[in-house]
Structure formats: structure tokens, C-alpha cells
T-cell receptor, first 112, second 112 residues
Framework: AQSVTQPDIHITVSEGASLELRCNYSYGATPYLFWYVQSPGQGLQLLLKYFSGDTLVQGIKGFEAEFKRSQSSFNLRKPSVHWSDAAEYFCAVWGGGNKLTFGTGTQLKVEL | NAGVTQTPKFRVLKTGQSMTLLCAQDMNHEYMYWYRQDPGMGLRLIHYSVGEGTTAKGEVPDGYNVSRLKKQNFLLGLESAAPSQTSVYFC???????????FGPGTRLTVT
């Protein structure tokens, strides 16, 4: 069965600093991978997705993520964080079937 | 397009009461999902549907029932609410099982 681990529950960064949120997955083959963002009181919005091909994917709001098969990772990055990026971020994996498996989320706080 | 909408946004129930949450999507998606979100647990799949007239159990189906009588609507019912069902409920839809899921804004349910 597929699973997703987001090792960091909370992360605090200063505005303008770079950001990396970690995501590790467990699945026998190459899964489809997603990053979603959830602002307070809102639903989830897709930031980016990886299905195949180029392992560096670009998303909305200046985010990117890199798929590393050897490390079973799909880390989310942003070169310069804005105060409006404060939110909760979820990594998700689809390995076939009808189920998308979500990680437990990383809460990002941005210090001004 | 409204995307995915959920009704109501907030609800307070007493233990033993029943209620129905309504999800509607206008994207002609085949797949629809109900999740619950609890602190530190990410999103957990309650039930899902792969098309009009079909439903299937997810990870945490106990205490919930669903119906998909029309393609655009997916109803989640609680027959006898319990305090353990206090949560935020999200509906989502997708074109296929591995494609991006679009989320509604959520329903915050409190059972006292």
C-alpha cells in the first residue's frame, strides 16, 4: 500500500528566505505525486503535480518540486517566501486504484 | 464555473441527531470523494464514487452513508451523530482516479 510521510509538522521561515518542505513516499513503482496548499478556513488548492518526464516540475505561486526516485522524495521548494505563503501544505501520492493518499501536512509560518 | 460547492459551511449537532452534507460540482467529473480532516491526521477518505449511481467505502466509512443519484451531486449522511464525528469535511471531484482533485471549501461540523 502507498504511504506518504511529511516529517516536519511545523516550519518557520523569514520572509524572503528560501523554503524546502519534505515529502517521502512509499510505493513500488513510480506514483503520481501532488502538492496541495490549504489556507486557513479554505479548501485545498493544487500547487503542482508530477506524472512522468522531467523530474523538476513548476507550479503556481513560484513553487517547484523535484522528484527523486532514488530517495523516494518529492520535496517542495520556493526561492523566496512571501508572507502570503503562510498556510498548510500537503503532499499526496496516487499509486493506482481509486485512492489518493495524503500526508499529515506541514504548517508553514512566515516571520516578517 | 463555481467548481465544487458544499452546503452547509457550519453545523452544530447534538449526539444522536442526523444530517446530510451536500456536495455539488459543475465540471462534469466522474469521480467524487468525501474526506474528513482532523488535526495532525491529514485528510482521510470516507467514501467515494466513480460515477453516477455508484459508491464505495474509503478508509473511515463507519457511521457515514453516501449517495450519488445525480452525476453532479454527492451526499454524505450521518444517521446518528457522535462526538467523534466532530471534524471538517471536504468534498472533492476529479476527472479520473489519478488526476487532480478539486476541493470544496469544507463544512465544519461540531457534535456535542
Amino acid at each position: 500500500a502507498q504511504s506518504v510521510t511529511q516529517p516536519d509538522i511545523h516550519i518557520t521561515v523569514s520572509e524572503g528566505a528560501s523554503l524546502e518542505l519534505r515529502c517521502n513516499y512509499s510505493y513500488g513503482a513510480t506514483p503520481y505525486l501532488f502538492w496541495y496548499v490549504q489556507s486557513p478556513g479554505q479548501g485545498l488548492q493544487l500547487l503542482l503535480k508530477y506524472f512522468s518526464g522531467d523530474t523538476l516540475v513548476q507550479g503556481i505561486k513560484g513553487f517547484e518540486a523535484e522528484f527523486k526516485r532514488s530517495q523516494s522524495s518529492f520535496n517542495l521548494r520556493k526561492p523566496s517566501v512571501h508572507w502570503s505563503d503562510a498556510a498548510e501544505y500537503f503532499c499526496a501520492v496516487w499509486g493506482g486504484g481509486n485512492k489518493l493518499t495524503f500526508g499529515t501536512g506541514t504548517q508553514l509560518k512566515v516571520e516578517l | 464555473n463555481a467548481g465544487v460547492t458544499q452546503t452547509p459551511k457550519f453545523r452544530v449537532l447534538k449526539t444522536g441527531q442526523s444530517m446530510t452534507l451536500l456536495c455539488a460540482q459543475d465540471m462534469n467529473h466522474e469521480y467524487m470523494y468525501w474526506y474528513r480532516q482532523d488535526p495532525g491526521m491529514g485528510l482521510r477518505l470516507i467514501h467515494y464514487s466513480v460515477g453516477e449511481g455508484t459508491t464505495a467505502k474509503g478508509e473511515v466509512p463507519d457511521g457515514y452513508n453516501v449517495s450519488r443519484l445525480k452525476k453532479q451531486n454527492f451526499l454524505l449522511g450521518l444517521e446518528s451523530a457522535a462526538p467523534s464525528q466532530t471534524s471538517v469535511y471536504f468534498c472533492a471531484s476529479s476527472y479520473s482516479s489519478g488526476s487532480e482533485q478539486y476541493f470544496g471549501p469544507g463544512t465544519r461540523l461540531t457534535v456535542t
